[in-house]
């Protein structure tokens, strides 16, 4: 895919840009190289402070980069404002967290003093998505530079500006030159950067296939990698939930960032005595939304990111409607320019279908029915993701249920799954392994160091009396 800036309202091509050549390229690992050197020593109260000074750019000019976040990949621009003051709250919350999650811990043992410290690794590069351009980026970037790590970004394709966007910003909060560089690369280059022995480690959000072929050319060269991959999440729904929220938060959670979010719930699991009230009430709210061009307030569903994403998903929909599956609502491309698919809702839906097995990326809901409990946890974790899921009841035993089996890294009970900075964000099965946010994300990315010391004048007193 070409690096450019095409408007997936339109399809209008507005912005071009060339590959870094392998010889700038260097030139930036370079530079990050030395400025890690210096920039490790910074003090953390310097660092904060320029953290800080991050987060006030993304708030004082939110609204320009949302327009951004839209122009380059259709999110609706309210969302795409929020993002901007969600990257913004990261920002502040490092910078006044940073310093006490990473402090010495002491552990008492034999010797006369041992702790534990958390030191910087160097350059991490980040493979980053297109879906959350601004966030994906700062959630690893604000812990990453509060850790004394510098950062290189090989943004998706799609989302040039954003990526260069990004780079300015650290910039102009005065971080040094090299702490958090973009590089306009394709992705056939990732596997030479990351066999530059200078960068250290890497973290990518995406798909399983770039999970599998970064984690591969990092694996070769010993480098620690965090993968946060696709998801399936299931959103289960049992006869003693409010099913008036319940309905309303599963289209929300379904049509977030236009169906292309990991953690959008892909699969509802409801329960059957109310599975019939569900599905009407489901499948009149998504057919009510609002679809047309995000840059409009009142707009709830724009298109999807590109004409492939639209053809991914109308293969899979129709592919699964072959085998069994049956259409409530929607099915098929918009017809309209540029890469709107209508919000869709499947049932009947067959085992070794893509609409079972695979994760649809856009508004596409799958609706299940469960006998009981039991059926309703195994029909959730009869999947090769486990990146969340969120589980709705007011009955204290189905929640311990669903808090201990579950297959996922993260379990909301009556609410849908989020990410939060105070809280690890990162799956389990083929959804990845590693942390994002809270303190388990900042550590991450840090050499887990352990120190002994001894109290030689005490041993050689125990020695001499021997």
């Known amino acids: 895919m070409a ?5 997936p309202a339109t399809g209008e091509c507005l912005k071009k840009f060339e590959p870094l050549t392998d010889r700038q390229v ?3 690992i370079a530079r990050a190289a030395a400025t890690f050197a210096e920039y490790r020593k910074i003090p953390f109260a310097e660092r904060a402070r320029l953290m800080v000074r991050a987060g006030e750019i993304l708030e004082r000019e939110k609204q320009d980069f949302a327009r951004l976040m839209t122009l380059e990949m259709g999110k609706p621009i309210g969302a795409a404002v929020a993002e ?14 940073a310093e006490r999650f990473l402090a010495d811990e002491l552990v008492e043992t034999t010797a006369a003093r041992s702790y534990i410290r958390y030191q910087p690794l160097g350059p991490v590069l980040a493979v980053m998505p297109w879906n959350y351009p601004f966030w994906q980026v700062m959630r690893f970037a604000a812990p990453g530079l509060m850790a004394g790590n510098v950062g290189l970004l090989k943004h998706a394709s799609n989302v040039p500006q954003c990526a260069l966007a990004l780079e300015d910003i650290f910039r102009r909060a005065g971080f040094p030159e090299g702490a958090f560089q973009t590089l306009l690369v394709t992705s056939a280059q990732v596997e030479r950067i990351l066999d530059d022995p200078r960068v ?10 770039a999970g ?7 694996a070769k060269r010993i480098k620690k990698v965090v993968l946060e991959l696709g998801g399936s999440d299931p959103f289960i729904v049992m006869p003693s939930a409010d099913l008036e929220t319940a309905v309303t938060t599963a289209v929300k959670a379904r049509v977030q960032n236009n169906g292309q979010s990991c953690i ?5 699991i409801v329960a059957e005595q109310i599975a019939d009230e569900f599905e009407r009430k489901f499948v009149a709210k998504m057919e009510a939304l609002v679809v047309g061009d995000p840059m409009q307030e009142n707009v709830e569903l724009g298109p999807l990111a590109n004409a492939d994403a639209v053809a991914d998903i109308q293969r899979d929909v129709a592919k699964s409607v072959e085998m069994g599956a049956r259409v409530l609502t929607g099915g098929k491309p918009l017809a309209r320019p540029g890469c709107f698919y209508a919000p869709t809702v499947l049932t009947d839906i067959s085992k070794n279908s893509p609409a079972y097995r695979e994760e649809l990326f856009g508004p596409v809901a799958c609706l299940f029915r469960a006998k009981n409990l039991d059926e309703a946890i195994a029909i959730a974790n009869d999947s090769r ?3 969340g899921a969120s589980a709705w009841t007011n009955d204290e035993f189905e929640r311990k249920r669903f808090i201990n089996e579950l297959e996922a890294g993260m379990v909301f009970i009556n609410k849908m799954v989020a990410s939060d900075p105070r809280i690890p964000f990162g799956g389990v099965k083929q959804s990845g392994h590693g942390r994002e946010l809270g303190v388990h994300g900042i550590r991450e990315f840090t050499n887990i160091k352990t120190v002994w010391i001894e109290d030689e004048m005490q041993q050689t007193r125990i020695s001499r009396a021997v």
Do not use: H, P, W
Request: net charge positive; aromatic share 8%.
């Open 264 to 268: 959008a719930a892909k699969r509802f």
């Open 26 to 28: 260097d030139e930036k």
């Open 200 to 209: 250290m480690a890497a973290t990518l959000t995406g798909s399983e296939g």
């Open 3 to 7: 690096i450019a800036t095409i408007n």
């Open 212 to 218: 599998i072929q970064v984690g591969m050319a990092a």
């Open 84 to 97: 901007a003051a969600k990257c913004a709250l990261v920002c502040r919350y490092y910078a006044e967290n």
């Open 385 to 387: 993701f486990g990146l």
